[in-house]
């Protein structure tokens, strides 16, 4: 049994959160497996195992994630045009008209926009939004909105993040935590790593 409990800010739908947090779920229960069962005897000392490679055929934005963090292949949990990351993560319509109109500044529209959420097999959670072919500093503030996510008062020390230009969030209903932001040219990353992968995820980012 799994149980999935949220506090939803002030004009979030908490129905629509909690059914994004379970479509969240679903897909990383089916990766939990047994640990794995001791070597046997004949298991030669100091052998080296290759990371696990997954097969799964990525496009688009999700084709950028990172193909293989901690030692094992990342996986694709949700990857949502603009329409469905609006009626489907969002489903707030004042909320979706806000980014409507903020992407119509830009002279895009909502299939511009795509939204995707992965992570490692070790717990780290990486999402980005795309808007296709324009500049995504613009849209920062209403699509770290959209998921009730905000910037916080936190220094990020360069050698912490692989030099990347990134700041600090706090999650909103749909990771939650403390994580990083990272604007790069069409892409907004959203990046909550475990400690240790920390650096590794912001080395595989462009």
């Known amino acids: 049994m799994v149980q999935l409990q949220a506090?939803?800010?002030?004009?979030?739908?908490?129905?629509?959160?909690?059914?994004?947090?379970?479509?969240?779920?679903?897909?990383?229960?089916?990766?939990v497996s047994p640990p794995a069962p001791s070597p046997s005897p004949s298991t030669s000392a100091g052998a080296s195992v290759a990371p696990s490679l997954?097969?799964?055929?990525?496009?688009?934005?999700?084709?950028?994630?990172?193909?293989v963090i901690g030692g094992s292949s990342t996986r694709i949990d949700m990857d949502l045009t603009g329409p469905q990351f609006l009626a489907q993560i969002v489903n707030f319509k004042p909320m979706e008209q806000k980014v409507t109109k903020a992407l119509g500044k830009q002279k895009k529209k909502a299939s511009d926009l795509s939204f995707v959420i992965g992570g490692s097999a070790n717990g780290?959670?990486?999402?980005a939004f795309q808007v296709n072919g324009t500049p995504i500093k613009p849209l920062v503030n209403v699509l770290m909105e959209?998921?009730?996510m905000e910037r916080i008062d936190q220094p990020v020390a360069p050698d912490d993040v692989a030099g990347k230009d990134a700041f600090a969030i706090l999650g909103g209903f749909l990771i939650g935590g403390q994580g990083f932001a990272y604007p790069k040219d069409d892409v907004l990353w959203l990046v909550f790593p475990t400690p240790l992968e920390q650096m590794e995820v912001f080395q595989a980012l462009p």
Do not use: K, M, N, W
């Open 7 to 31: 506090t939803a800010p002030v004009g979030i739908d908490a129905a629509a959160a909690l059914v994004s947090l379970a479509q969240l779920a679903a897909p990383r229960i089916a990766t």
């Open 54 to 67: 997954s097969i799964e055929p990525r496009t688009g934005l999700a084709a950028r994630f990172p193909t």
């Open 146 to 148: 959209s998921l009730a």
């Open 124 to 127: 780290s959670v990486i999402a």
